[in-house]
């Protein structure tokens, strides 16, 4: 039974990418803390994705017992995708890192809010602990915030050097809060999330490629080695852990990058089949969702919580309708002309009626027929420029899943696809969004499979012999090796300050 765990989310590394980083010596920590333990493949069927992958490894379920594809869901009878919480999970998978008696858990840059709402930022601690029988979420304060009104990673256009730049500033900050959370607080689980990684590995995923094979390239190469080793610094702040008996560090990537060429949205093939209506823009809106929208949302102003505190039926629309022009997502959907939609990179969901409040589409042999059509023209369709067929598999969501959550993920979804192609922000949509499209800046896809490690003194047995993993099997693993039974849950999840 480990008496303190360290699970450390690297997602976007693979085995096949971390041998020449650790041969060029880019990874001396990394490479100490596999030198030590227990190394093997980890895969997963689920959408590669750091919001995918971090609700099963929190639950020990996948998707058909939580409703999540890809880090949300979109409940019937509601067009609005929810974004996973502590919350939600807790309610539906008492499991895992999520209900433990014995211990506190705190979640260092986890992408899951402990209740609706925004993703907390990169550096957020949040402690998860039973109190009085409940289930709490607390907010830490972090040692550091971004200075006002710097640009973070990802947001908008900036020159490549400045964006590894704060994207190592960015490491830095997790690597202080990573510190003090072990060297200060005695939680028994410490689970860490590394999302410069997965952003810098999709930006510059060939530049990473090249500056590791010795070849010049757009003069990022020390950047990048900087970028590794603050990474790599932040892993070293979990090797003292190591050498304590009962102490086990998990590494954990459900994903890899390889090189990406196109891009296909989803959304925008929906609406050249004639299945996905979209409605003329208004005088003001385009303004309202591309301006107020963003400003709205990061004031923490959220539809769902307005119009909570509005009884009247009629007011209730008002915010709907209002909730519908200031989406960016979902704007300018016509869902009285929409037969089927996605809201998510990989799922396609049809608009049926008695599920959806403004469904088009017939239940039983018509929802069928229409999800056959697009299925068959998925797989059929052809990228003009490579002459290749991007998709090829997919699946209905009962060929995959099964579970009291099954009626929540999309109809359809596009299981597999070609090597070289991404599937697009399922947001970008608009009447003249192409299909097809080059996917700058980003050079990589993620891919599965990754990697995981245990690492520790001593190693219990059961992890002893190396085998390739899936997600649900390592949470777990990860659940035996700290020898404690899940707790029923009770009440509400209150979010502490």
Known sequence: MASHLVLLGLGGLSLELLDPLIHNGWLPNLEFLMGRGVVGSLSSDLPPYAATEWTTLLTGEGPGTTGFLEGSRKTPGSYFPEVASLRA?????????????????????????PAPGPRPPEEA?????????RFSVHSLPRPSDPEEGEKLPGSGEE????????????????????ARVL??????????????????????HRDVVSA???????????????FFRAFDDAVGTALDLTKKPGSLVVLASA?????VRRALNLNAFLLAEGHLGLRPEAGGESVLREVAAPVL???????TRVKRLLSRSRLKEVVDRTGALLSSEIGLFDWGRTRAFALSRTGITLNVRGVESKGTVNPGPEERELGERIRRSLLDLVDPVTGKRPVREVMWREELFEGPGLPELPHLIVRDFEPDFSLEDWRNVSPGVAIFSDPLP?????RSPGFYCFSGRPLPEALRLPRPLTLVELSGMILSALGTSPLPLSGEIPQGS
Not at 125 to 133: C, N
Not at 185 to 201: E, T, Y
Not at 255 to 259: I, K
């Open 89 to 113: 999970l807790a309610r539906r998978s008492p499991r895992s890192l999520l209900a433990r008696n014995s211990h506190e858990t705190v979640l260092v840059g986890v992408p899951i809010p």
């Open 183 to 204: 060297r200060e607080s005695g939680p028994r689980v410490v689970a860490i999330h590394f999302s410069g990684l997965d952003r810098i590995l999709s930006r510059y």
């Open 442 to 446: 980003r050079t990589g896809t993620p």
């Open 297 to 303: 949302r990061s004031m923490k102003i959220e539809r």
């Open 159 to 178: 020159d490549s050097g400045s964006f590894v730049e704060r994207a190592t500033r960015r490491m830095v900050a997790l690597s202080v809060s990573m």
């Open 125 to 133: 601690v949040q402690l998860l602990r039973w109190q009085g029988g």
């Open 255 to 259: 994903h890899g990058f390889s090189p």
């Open 212 to 226: 590791l094979l010795g070849r010049s390239g757009r003069g990022l190469e020390d950047p990048l080695r900087q």
